[in-house]
């Protein structure tokens, strides 16, 4: 072989090891950038469970209310107006789909879902719910008083947040 | 090499760990935990706590921060002994919500405690009539 040819051989060879090398490269920096970005969307969603969770409670729809002056609970009876599968535009809209729910936990009830039938003989009211098939990634939840106004009763329950991929 | 190109070089190299730490440093910064809001959420947690444990109705006339106010004045309420009756719904309450004694705190005035908070904790708390009430959270 003439001396050309071996370095024309050696060219290739470097070429081929350099081009290894950068797809190599280009495959670690994009399994790390999906990663990433999905660890980003992770996270915006457990912010955005954090703040509809800090929302929710403040919501004039279904705190409790006595000429005009609000009060730190929620009406049980406001809460039947909502349908959980129901759209509400802008109302619950985030970075993941959310379930939004009231469970009376004090003192124990039965776990009858709340509506205009079975309602005040009930203890979990369903707020928003649009999902089909989800993967639950997230579950918040706070401690609330609930307000019964037909036998004008506070009990203990917990709104839950929770959010899915 | 010449002493100029041998000092260019280290100089490089000094440049090169500074870039190294500065990146490293931002991207360690960077991905640390915004726990401001995580914080916020902890205390709005224990103040809507406190909120439903004191409007809790008790019995037909009282609450429970009615029966903390008749226990701490050593009264009855609810014709029971309020700080018996006080003391037996927290519990159940507390049980029913999880909350354990070694990551939360409950006191009422100097009159009752329940659980043990130490180390770094939130707190939460509330002027009852004649006593503070508080929540910590140490989990």
Do not use: H
């Not at chain 1, 809209?93 to 939004?100: A, F, G, M, T, Y």
């Not at chain 1, 639950?136 to 106004?149: D, E, H, K, W």
């Not at chain 2, 009422?108 to 004649?130: N, Q, R, W």
């Amino acid at each position: 072989m003439r001396r050309a040819q071996v370095d024309m051989l050696e060219t290739i060879m470097v070429l081929v090891v350099v081009v290894i090398i950068l797809i190599l490269g280009i495959f670690f920096y994009f399994t790390f950038f999906a990663q990433s970005v999905q660890e980003s969307g992770a996270d915006a969603c457990f912010q955005s469970t954090d703040v509809l969770l800090l929302s929710v409670m403040n919501m004039p729809e279904i705190q409790c209310s006595e000429n005009t002056r609000e009060r730190p609970c929620v009406d049980t009876s406001k809460l039947l107006v909502f349908e959980a599968d129901r759209k509400y535009g802008g109302m619950f809209e985030s970075n993941c789909p959310q379930r939004i729910y009231f469970e009376q936990v004090y003192p124990v009830s039965n776990n009858i879902t709340c509506t205009k039938n079975t309602y005040p003989d009930c203890s979990v009211w369903y707020m928003f719910e649009p999902l089909e098939d989800p993967e639950g990634i997230a579950r918040l939840s706070t401690t609330v008083s609930l307000y019964f106004p037909l036998e004008d009763k506070y009990k203990i329950g917990k709104l839950i947040v929770e959010a899915y991929q | 090499m010449r002493k100029g190109q041998t000092e260019i070089l280290g100089f490089l190299v000094i440049v090169l760990l500074l870039l190294f730490v500065g990146i490293f440093f931002l991207y360690f910064s960077l991905r640390a935990e915004p726990e401001t809001l995580q914080d916020s959420v902890v205390e709005l947690q224990l103040n809507n706590l406190m909120n439903a444990v004191t409007q809790y109705s008790v019995c037909e006339d009282a609450d429970l921060e009615d029966v903390m106010v008749a226990c701490n004045d050593n009264r009855r309420i609810c014709n029971e002994d309020s700080c018996s009756l006080m003391e037996n719904e927290l519990l159940a309450i507390f049980d029913e919500l999880g909350l354990e004694s070694d990551t939360f705190e409950l006191k009422l005035g100097d009159f009752y405690t329940f659980g043990a908070c130490s180390g770094e904790k939130i707190v939460a708390s509330k002027p009852l009539k004649g006593f503070d009430m508080s929540i910590s959270d140490c989990s």
